[in-house]
């Protein structure tokens, strides 16, 4: 019916179509062709039924399993757009967005909706979205409120996947707005919807132009992806960003977050090409175990750079526990950070400072930088900058001395800086830059320029160029003055050396570097295993707790404590209950002079505060009245209940170091953990690092590292060290009692004994929840799932442990690759790969290291009988679909000496009831045709298979129905 404008042979993407009050559709398409302008526009007008029609794909699984779109991309890659709340009133922000929309070509077509004009901007509108002819993947909404819940019904009964609420009035107005909030969720989750905001700006993805926003002006396109939970500020980096020539694949404002979060904008830019980096200004951390788990995925291959404002840390409130009373909200925050690998800075400079310079340079492998300057001025303030962040200036060595010498004149500084004076020309700048480039003493280069009357800063940044990324090591620059340096500073930028105003800006980007690097070196390095599954009395352990909790207590005797940390195999000075002075003088006499009295209470916490405790008693007498002193004491000024006798200890010998290790609630984190300088002055010394449980030997001794007594465990003043590796594993398995036993509240070790000699702890205070709290507060960081270790036996009737992976089991994985053909390679990931391939640290990394609640990897494990080491025979696998919750995909691999024993049912059967437990409900594989063993045992365990000839696969599909799960646990959380 319609005739093309334009006839010459072009490929086509994307199209936009806006339709006219006639019916008539108006596309246009950005084209490619060979013999035309790139981005040419091609303009046609076709019939409104080829316009609207998508294609659906016939493949029932696509449309259940979604593998051809992630699930956010219905919000930042839209075919087709709802705008509900468009308006044609000038200033509205309905009308914005709908300009913002048709004026940026995204590919896709806008339907306006109000029932109230037959127009927008020209553009026909529809009553409700319900009646627009088109599937629609995104709604930008622009209503009041209480009209929203109705608004998100339509959209959930027409299919549509997105949304952006761009309104406010929900639960930052309180109670009603709130409820409103729940309302909506509830409708967006019947029609499994995806929100962004409220209360936000909206969304732009500048690479394929989407500009869903109110915002005056569309982002240049780029490789950094922007969240922010400041419209206004958003707006402000956007005017900046057009001076800065900064460009963004997404720029996106989250708003209250009352569904998408840091966690899933954090995964989805993850696996977004175009994003190179991800900067965020946070405000809240909402869903902490979301982001948490996010962005430790995504950081080990793209840096996460946060500014979050509130450093100051507001009063402390009374606490049960000293730790309770050192832990600031700030603080955990920080250590939630180092935990997930993200880098935090201060200002909005340093942000976009790192988001490029962690995009364009090698991260550096150590703290050392070498200063190449023409002034010893700039040399001195990025040095004192350096250091007071923790780096250190790099030892020239003596082969790269003699080299200096050789070409540099003699008044050279002979030190670092390598003040190469102010004459230098471009060939003495870059000679330099080479040779202190290849020193192995160097990390980083840091090349300072100073305009003086003999320097030509384009002709050296024109030397300095080609060294941008061929001396495997982070090089900047600081190019300072005004117009005369800046042809220069455009060359280094370009080349891809970061180049600053001031030398200390400089020296503060490298040791921000160093530090994003040496966090996530430290998170994952291979630690050791601190405790088997066989040594710690879970049991026992839940039976204490149980019993105090079933009486009615919040608070643990001192005595309870003891046997609790005893269950996790934490050494505990001998202690015993006497209710009489004649039973604590037997006790003192069966354990020996001198000794130590202490009061035996399940009310009051803080012993030595009540005069309840006694110190050094020599004899009987001193015994007796110890006891007899203290029952009057406590019934005199508490009552008779507080006392219920005391506990009778051995004196020890301090001749060590008093140290603490806690754990306390945060309100968004969960409990967190705290280790430092203990004793009766621990609040005043506050001498302290906080941590996230659970923790294994590596976060263990980082954390410790962060404290000032840990200098001490290494012998001063003639002392020997402290056995260091066994304190790591004493508060690994400390974090395991924290994380495993969530009534607790607060958990003190005030003090632990560390000598040489030996680790043990001399008093300890446990406070649990109130027994009418149902809901406990979970680790914002999921634990090693026990629950799913169990023994099995395979076809020979031999025993086989089946369990969870775990961080330590790197150097086992490297000896399972060893065991397998590369038949087995092949049939597992679809195309051969050579061992060191598949044993290097940073692939095995990703294999040992998992998020429990991504994905669950079971290992089938046994005694070699030869060496009488552990032996992983088997993994197998389930990764969750991020675009599809309640979905995952399985794999299995078997070492070749242990397949036909059956290993692989027993993996894939026990992977099908964690699956359940875990609340799945469909697990899918692809298996490749000639692997037959794997399609039977698939078969045998209830999946359906469908040759898929397309992919060369065969596609594996089981629906859960809850009846594999009689024999486990629910998930712990």
Known sequence: MYESL????????????????????????????????????????????????????????????????????????????????????????????????????????????????????????????????????????????????????????????????????????????????????????????????????????????????????????????????????????????????????????????????????????????????????????????????????????????????????????????????????????????????????????????????LSKQPRPKGPRLTVVTNAGGPGVIATDTLISNGGELSEISPETMGKLNDFLPAPWSHNNPIDILGDAGPERYAKTLETAAKDPESDGLLVVLTPQDMTDPTATADALAPYARSTGKPVLASWMGGSGIAAG????????????????????????????????????????????????DRDRAEGLVSEAHGSGRTLLTEYESKELLGAYGIPTVETRVAKSADEAAKHAEDIGYPVVVKLHSETITHKMDVGGVRLNLADEEEVRDAYSAMEVSIREHFSAEDFTGATVQPMVDLDGYEVIVGSALDPQFGPVLLFGSGGSLVEVYRDRALALPPLNTTLAR??????????????????????????????????????????????????????????????????????????????????????????????????????????????????????????????????AMNLDARTAHDRLTRICFIDYDREMALVAERKNLDTGENQIMGVGRLSRHGYAPGEAEFSVLVSDPFQRKGLGTLLLGRLLEVGEAEGLHRITADILFDNRPMQTISKNLGFTLRRDTEEMVMKANLEMNGSRVASLPASSE
């Open 6 to 357: 334009l006839r010459y042979p072009v490929r086509a993407y994307g199209g936009k179509y806006h339709e006219w009050e006639d019916g008539t559709v108006l596309r246009i398409r950005v084209c490619e062709a060979k013999r035309e302008a790139q981005n040419a526009k091609r303009t046609e007008f076709v019939p409104k039924e080829k316009a609207m029609k998508k294609p659906k794909n016939t493949d029932p699984a696509h449309d259940i399993l979604g593998y051809e779109r992630q699930q956010l991309d219905s919000i930042f890659r839209p075919e087709n757009v709802a705008v509900i709340g468009a308006s044609e009133r000038v200033g509205s922000v309905g009308r914005t967005i709908m300009w913002n929309l048709i004026s940026n070509p995204f590919g896709g077509t806008v339907f306006p909706v109000n029932p109230k004009r037959p127009n927008v901007l020209g553009i026909k509108t529809y009553p409700s979205i319900g009646e627009i002819p088109a599937d629609i993947d995104l709604a930008v909404i622009v209503s009041p409120a209480p009209t929203i819940p109705a608004i998100i019904r339509e959209c959930a009964d027409a299919g549509v996947p997105g949304a952006i609420i761009i309104s406010a009035g929900f639960k930052e107005i309180g109670a009603e707005g709130a409820r409103l909030e729940e309302e909506v969720l509830a409708e967006a989750r019947r029609g499994r919807m995806r929100i962004v905001g409220p209360n936000c700006l909206g969304v732009m993805a500048p690479n394929t132009g989407l500009n869903a926003t109110f915002a005056g002006a569309m982002a240049k396109p780029g490789s950094v992806g922007f969240l922010s939970q400041s419209g206004a500020l958003l707006t402000a980096i956007l005017d900046r960003s057009f001076r800065e020539n900064i460009g963004f694949s997404a720029f996106v404002s989250v708003g209250s977050m009352m569904d998408v979060g840091w966690g899933d904008l954090i995964y989805y830019l993850g696996d977004d090409p175009k994003t190179h980096s991800i900067v965020v200004y946070m405000e809240s951390i909402g869903d902490a175990r979301s982001f948490l788990s996010a962005a430790r995925e995504v950081a080990l291959t793209k840096p996460i750079i946060v500014i979050k404002p509130g450093r100051t840390e507001a009063a402390s409130q009374a606490a049960a526990s000293h730790t309770g009373s050192l832990t600031g909200s700030d603080e955990v925050l920080d250590a939630a950070f180092r935990r997930s690998g993200v880098l935090r800075v201060n200002t909005i400079s340093e942000l976009f400072n790192m988001a490029e310079v």
């Open 489 to 536: 500073t455009s060359i280094l930028n370009g080349a891809g050396i970061p180049t600053f105003d001031y030398p200390d800006t400089a020296a503060g980007a490298f040791t921000n570097m160093w530090r994003y690097t040496d966090n996530l070196r430290g998170i994952y390095q291979t630690p050791q295993l601190a405790a088997g599954d066989d040594e710690i």
């Open 702 to 831: 980082r954390m410790m590292e962060r404290t000032k007594i840990s200098e001490a465990f290494k012998g001063v003043r003639g002392k020997d060290p402290v056995d260091t590796d066994a304190l790591e594993k004493l508060m690994v398995r400390f974090s395991q009692l924290v994380a495993e036993q969530p009534r607790i509240k607060e958990i003190d070790i005030n003090p632990l004994l560390a000598s040489p000699e030996r680790l043990l702890a001399l008093d300890a205070r446990v406070v649990l929840h109130d027994p009418e709290e149902t809901e406990l507060p979970g680790t914002a960081i999921r634990p090693y799932p026990t629950q799913y270790i169990s023994r099995e036996k395979d076809k020979n009737d031999e025993s086989v442990t089946i369990r969870p992976i775990r961080p330590e089991d790197e150097p086992l994985m490297v000896a399972f690759h060893g065991t397998l053909s590369d038949a087995s390679v092949y049939m597992r990931y679809f195309h």
